[in-house]
């Protein structure tokens, strides 16, 4: 099993207005294929410690590695690089950009990392979107697509660029009932699949009991 | 690649908002309209101005000046040498006002090649009889020729031909002003005394309006040859020579020489006009300034309009930096979206300032003084228009610049929980 995420030792801080430890201390490791949700009550430090680990928060004290690779704290480029590469991200809300159509919201990442030409990207884009069921709604605005579909586009965005790991902030949040079913059936379907690694933060408990694993969180510990 | 991608979603972001991009793109087409026209107009006022006397001056005049003698006999004594002699009553020299050796200074003149041309002068101070008035006035002895091809001598004639005052003898061509006193048409006769009491009838052949109403009223011109026998003086007799260069930034220099070279004096025209360049340049500098001005208040403008975008924008600001955009990426975009308004509207600019000072060109502008000028003068140097655009991409550039790099400082993780 060869580990693709791994925290040691993280410590996190809030300064303002008083210094409150979010995190304590906390070690984990996840490994390449597994379904995992992190789980907790609401203000556990559950959706901080997501952000240091996707490496946009870079204020915190202790070691991450991603596919055996220590994060540097400074290099903000570095990190975009590794953000775009190696780790795709499906938020609570969708963040589609309103200006290009869903193909181009999907190809964005890809563009950017410019592994592909452009047709090759368009091509790949096409392909995620056929996975998730909705490959006709291409060429529609994205503001012009329902909320089920906006986060799907949003999944297909993660994915295009072949992450090593997805991670989702209550991606389910906003959805109801049969769209959650959905989005939590796509997100299985790539588990078992594609072998795809996943780190859902999620409140709902139906929602994680689902998953391979639960980590569960509480005052910024992990309760075993 | 990562530039023409950074390019797409520029454009995208600029096309969403175009009525807004539009606003500031007219800000900088206005503003750049305007320094175009303004500079062109005043520009083209400034040539006008200067042309009135600069065109018609010689770059290096060369005469004899009324002065004493720098070489008073007491400093000549060995005994005095050393020290500062104070002279009282001292007396301008007797020597003549015609320049010694005429001739020969205008043939070595015309082997310099510095020199454009030169047209020797001869001056004479009479009095033009109407009856029982005596007007006091002046007769220059030109070569018309020479005149009209190096100082525009043409130009100001508005009735009659300045080669009459060849063809015919004893010709005159007088100022407007001198005219309407004198009660003379062309044609006519107009008698003159000179300062030694002797009489001459001349024939008007033309007159002149040199845009200087006292000029108008004192002067008038006829052939050196003319104005010789008036003075009853040899053929070489001239009493200044007016020599235009090619290069009017050589003449203090070509003065000292030939002040040296021919033993007389000579005057370059930035001392005899000095206050006629102040003018221009103060002219110009007000000009730049205002044209400075609006681009900076339309700079303004734009840094609003970026800033407001990036407000709204927050939220694709932030998923493009999830993603795996860079700060330097998302400053990027916002830059290129300043620059892409600053070029577009400053291109609109030239054009739109080409235009508007082309309308101006064509506005009727009479005026007594100026008879050649029949519409508003514009200068249509290319010059200002590289600087207007240069002037646009770089305060386009420093407007987009400071949203820019708040743009790319805006930490995702800030915006996706505040949601």
Redesign the interface.
């Given at each position: 099993m060869n580990t693709i995420l791994e925290a040691k030792n993280i410590n996190k801080f809030f300064h303002d207005p008083v210094r409150i430890q979010v995190i304590e201390d906390l070690s984990f490791s996840i490994n390449k294929g597994e379904f995992v949700s992190l789980t907790g009550k609401s203000g556990c430090g559950k959706?901080t410690l997501l952000?240091v680990l996707?490496t946009?928060?870079t204020d915190y004290d202790g070691a991450l590695f991603i596919d055996g690779e220590e994060m540097p704290k400074k290099n903000?480029?570095f990190l975009?690089?590794?953000?775009?590469?190696k780790i795709g991200?499906v938020?609570?809300?969708h963040?589609?950009?309103?200006?290009?159509n869903v193909l181009e919201n999907v190809m964005?990442?890809g563009?950017?990392?410019?592994k592909y030409s452009r047709a090759e990207v368009e091509h790949r884009a096409m392909e995620k979107l056929k996975i998730l069921g909705i490959d006709h709604l291409a060429l529609k605005k994205s503001n012009h697509v329902s909320g089920g579909e906006k986060q799907r586009v949003a999944i297909a965005?993660a994915l295009i660029?072949d992450p090593h790991i997805i991670m989702g902030?209550e991606p389910t949040g906003n959805l109801d009932k049969k769209n959650s079913d959905m989005v939590f059936d796509i997100f299985n379907q790539l588990s078992s699949e594609f072998n795809q690694t996943l780190l859902i933060v999620t409140h709902d408990p139906s929602f994680a009991e689902r998953t391979h694993r639960i980590i569960k969180m509480e005052d910024g510990k992990i309760l075993k | 690649?990562?530039k023409r991608?950074l390019i797409n979603?520029a454009s995208?972001?600029l096309?969403?908002r175009w009525r807004q991009t539009l606003v500031a793109a007219v800000g900088v087409t206005f503003s750049i309209t305007m320094f175009i026209t303004l500079l062109s107009f005043m520009s083209g006022l400034n040539d006008l101005l200067d042309g009135l006397i600069l065109n018609r001056t010689a770059h290096v005049r060369i005469y004899n000046d009324i002065k004493p003698n720098a070489d008073q006999p007491i400093n000549k004594t060995a005994k005095y040498a050393s020290g500062h002699n104070f002279i009282g009553s001292i007396k301008s020299d007797a020597n003549r006002q015609a320049i010694y050796n005429s001739d020969a200074i205008m043939k070595s003149l015309q082997k310099d090649s510095r020199v454009l041309g030169y047209s020797p002068k001869l001056t004479a101070q009479v009095f033009f009889n109407d009856g029982s008035i005596d007007i006091t006035g002046s007769i220059f002895g030109i070569n018309a020729q020479e005149e009209t091809k190096l100082f525009h001598f043409d130009d100001y004639i508005t009735t009659g031909n300045s080669a009459d005052l060849n063809k015919v003898s004893n010709s005159i061509i007088l100022g407007k002003g001198l005219a309407d006193k004198l009660l003379v048409q062309i044609g006519d006769g107009v008698q003159i005394t000179t300062s030694k009491g002797e009489r001459f009838q001349l024939k008007v052949v033309g007159t002149f309006q040199s845009g200087i109403k006292d000029f108008d009223n004192v002067q008038s011109y006829a052939s050196l040859n003319t104005v010789q026998k008036i003075l009853s003086v040899p053929n070489d007799y001239v009493t200044s020579i007016q020599v235009k260069l090619n290069d009017i930034k050589q003449a203090p220099a070509v003065a000292k020489e030939y002040e040296k070279l021919y033993q007389t004096d000579a005057e370059d025209i930035q001392t005899a006009n000095s206050q006629f360049e102040t003018g221009s340049s103060i002219r110009t500098l007000i000009s730049y300034s205002v044209g400075i001005t609006l681009l900076i208040v339309a700079g303004f403008g734009i840094y609003n309009i970026l800033n407001m975008m990036i407000f709204e924008k927050m939220?694709?600001i932030?998923?493009?930096?999830?993603?795996?955009?860079?700060?330097?990426?998302v400053k990027s975009i916002f830059i290129y979206i300043a620059i892409s308004i600053g070029i577009f509207g400053g291109l609109m600019g030239l054009l739109f300032g080409f235009g508007l000072s082309s309308i101006i060109d064509q506005i009727p502008f009479n005026t007594v003084s100026l008879p050649t000028i029949k519409t508003y003068p514009i200068n249509y140097n290319p010059k200002f228009y590289v600087i207007g655009i240069v002037f646009s991409f770089i305060t386009t550039y420093f407007a987009g610049w400071f949203p820019a790099r708040k743009a790319s400082k805006i930490?995702?993780?800030v915006i996706?929980?505040g949601?």
């Amino acid at each position: 099993m060869n580990t693709i995420l791994e925290a040691k030792n993280i410590n996190k801080f809030f300064h303002d207005p008083v210094r409150i430890q979010v995190i304590e201390d906390l070690s984990f490791s996840i490994n390449k294929g597994e379904f995992v949700s992190l789980t907790g009550k609401s203000g556990c430090g559950k959706s901080t410690l997501l952000y240091v680990l996707s490496t946009m928060d870079t204020d915190y004290d202790g070691a991450l590695f991603i596919d055996g690779e220590e994060m540097p704290k400074k290099n903000e480029p570095f990190l975009a690089k590794i953000r775009n590469e190696k780790i795709g991200f499906v938020f609570q809300f969708h963040y589609l950009l309103n200006e290009f159509n869903v193909l181009e919201n999907v190809m964005l990442p890809g563009l950017k990392l410019a592994k592909y030409s452009r047709a090759e990207v368009e091509h790949r884009a096409m392909e995620k979107l056929k996975i998730l069921g909705i490959d006709h709604l291409a060429l529609k605005k994205s503001n012009h697509v329902s909320g089920g579909e906006k986060q799907r586009v949003a999944i297909a965005r993660a994915l295009i660029n072949d992450p090593h790991i997805i991670m989702g902030d209550e991606p389910t949040g906003n959805l109801d009932k049969k769209n959650s079913d959905m989005v939590f059936d796509i997100f299985n379907q790539l588990s078992s699949e594609f072998n795809q690694t996943l780190l859902i933060v999620t409140h709902d408990p139906s929602f994680a009991e689902r998953t391979h694993r639960i980590i569960k969180m509480e005052d910024g510990k992990i309760l075993k | 690649m990562r530039k023409r991608l950074l390019i797409n979603i520029a454009s995208a972001l600029l096309l969403a908002r175009w009525r807004q991009t539009l606003v500031a793109a007219v800000g900088v087409t206005f503003s750049i309209t305007m320094f175009i026209t303004l500079l062109s107009f005043m520009s083209g006022l400034n040539d006008l101005l200067d042309g009135l006397i600069l065109n018609r001056t010689a770059h290096v005049r060369i005469y004899n000046d009324i002065k004493p003698n720098a070489d008073q006999p007491i400093n000549k004594t060995a005994k005095y040498a050393s020290g500062h002699n104070f002279i009282g009553s001292i007396k301008s020299d007797a020597n003549r006002q015609a320049i010694y050796n005429s001739d020969a200074i205008m043939k070595s003149l015309q082997k310099d090649s510095r020199v454009l041309g030169y047209s020797p002068k001869l001056t004479a101070q009479v009095f033009f009889n109407d009856g029982s008035i005596d007007i006091t006035g002046s007769i220059f002895g030109i070569n018309a020729q020479e005149e009209t091809k190096l100082f525009h001598f043409d130009d100001y004639i508005t009735t009659g031909n300045s080669a009459d005052l060849n063809k015919v003898s004893n010709s005159i061509i007088l100022g407007k002003g001198l005219a309407d006193k004198l009660l003379v048409q062309i044609g006519d006769g107009v008698q003159i005394t000179t300062s030694k009491g002797e009489r001459f009838q001349l024939k008007v052949v033309g007159t002149f309006q040199s845009g200087i109403k006292d000029f108008d009223n004192v002067q008038s011109y006829a052939s050196l040859n003319t104005v010789q026998k008036i003075l009853s003086v040899p053929n070489d007799y001239v009493t200044s020579i007016q020599v235009k260069l090619n290069d009017i930034k050589q003449a203090p220099a070509v003065a000292k020489e030939y002040e040296k070279l021919y033993q007389t004096d000579a005057e370059d025209i930035q001392t005899a006009n000095s206050q006629f360049e102040t003018g221009s340049s103060i002219r110009t500098l007000i000009s730049y300034s205002v044209g400075i001005t609006l681009l900076i208040v339309a700079g303004f403008g734009i840094y609003n309009i970026l800033n407001m975008m990036i407000f709204e924008k927050m939220d694709s600001i932030a998923i493009l930096k999830a993603t795996g955009f860079s700060g330097s990426d998302v400053k990027s975009i916002f830059i290129y979206i300043a620059i892409s308004i600053g070029i577009f509207g400053g291109l609109m600019g030239l054009l739109f300032g080409f235009g508007l000072s082309s309308i101006i060109d064509q506005i009727p502008f009479n005026t007594v003084s100026l008879p050649t000028i029949k519409t508003y003068p514009i200068n249509y140097n290319p010059k200002f228009y590289v600087i207007g655009i240069v002037f646009s991409f770089i305060t386009t550039y420093f407007a987009g610049w400071f949203p820019a790099r708040k743009a790319s400082k805006i930490d995702p993780v800030v915006i996706i929980r505040g949601k």
